[in-house]
């Protein structure tokens, strides 16, 4: 495994403790940093790999030390989260479908767009809610609603919604939980538990959908 992925997952598992430090080092300074990286999570399509559940927790937990302040937390990621959203419908409602046809890079995947498409297909305006709790759909999403044009009233209603139950929700659960002496000693496996809880509705569709896609073509091989 190179040096720089494992370097990443350290850091990733170890969320708590090197936000810890940064707090420490830089205040309120703090404050600004995490609000600029939740709005990039959700905000810019390129960076879907960014910690969102987990850095909310992680938040959270900090708070309940006394080291931040809970109820400006969860007002600025909020903010963050809706306006993420936002900018994320705008660019797509810019843009146009013309970026499904785009090649795949280095910072961006079609893939992952087809996937968020797909799921708002599905589940409709709700999907902005729902996204929310999962991982790269989460940042996909009001891309895709901005891509389809979906009425913007209708869009900021979920949008505010789904950016004040998740963020209320895992600041909350950090907040309460994160200090628990059980907790504290095995940080890093609850957070591995949280980026697994949250990829899994995808996981599940992924392969509930598999046997859809392989049927019509091993029907087409066996002809």
């Known amino acids: 495994m190179p040096e720089w992925i494992k370097d990443f997952l350290e850091y990733f598992l170890n969320l708590k403790a090197h936000l810890g430090e940064?707090?420490?080092?830089?205040?309120?300074?703090?404050?600004?940093?995490?609000?600029?990286?939740?709005?990039?999570?959700?905000?810019?399509?390129?960076?879907?790999?960014?910690?969102?559940?987990?850095?909310?927790?992680?938040a959270g937990a900090i708070a309940a030390t006394g080291s931040l302040n809970p109820y400006l937390i969860v007002f600025l990621l909020a903010a963050a989260a809706i306006l993420g959203d936002t900018v994320n419908y705008s660019v797509g409602r810019f843009i146009g479908p013309k970026v499904f046809k785009k090649p795949k890079s280095l910072?961006?995947?079609p893939e992952h767009l087809r996937r968020a498409h797909r799921f708002y297909e599905k589940y409709g305006g709700k999907?902005?809610?729902?996204?929310?709790?999962?991982?790269?759909?989460?940042?996909?999403a009001p891309f895709v609603a901005g891509i389809g044009s979906m009425n913007y009233s209708r869009f900021l209603?979920?949008?505010?919604?789904?950016?004040?139950?998740?963020?209320?929700?895992?600041?909350?659960?950090?907040?309460?939980?994160?200090?628990?002496?059980?907790v504290k000693r095995n940080f890093s496996f609850v957070i591995l538990a949280i980026i697994v809880?949250?990829?899994?509705?995808?996981?599940?569709?992924?392969?509930?959908?598999?046997?859809?896609?392989?049927?019509?073509?091993?029907?087409?091989?066996?002809?």
Do not use: C, Q
């Not at 309120?28 to 969102?52: C, R």
């Not at 902005?128 to 996909?140: K, L």
């Not at 209603?157 to 998740?166: A, E």
């Not at 995808?202 to 509930?208: A, D, K, Q, T, V």
């Open 22 to 58: 940064l707090v420490s080092i830089y205040h309120g300074w703090v404050y600004g940093l995490l609000f600029a990286i939740i709005f990039a999570e959700t905000g810019l399509v390129v960076t879907p790999f960014l910690p969102g559940d987990s850095l909310l927790f992680a």
């Open 107 to 109: 910072l961006f995947n």
């Open 127 to 140: 999907t902005i809610v729902i996204a929310r709790f999962m991982p790269i759909i989460r940042t996909f």
């Open 157 to 182: 209603m979920y949008n505010v919604l789904g950016g004040v139950l998740w963020v209320v929700g895992l600041v909350s659960s950090g907040y309460w939980f994160g200090n628990l002496d059980i």
């Open 197 to 223: 809880i949250s990829i899994l509705p995808g996981l599940i569709e992924y392969l509930r959908n598999r046997p859809l896609k392989a049927g019509p073509e091993a029907a087409a091989r066996k002809e």
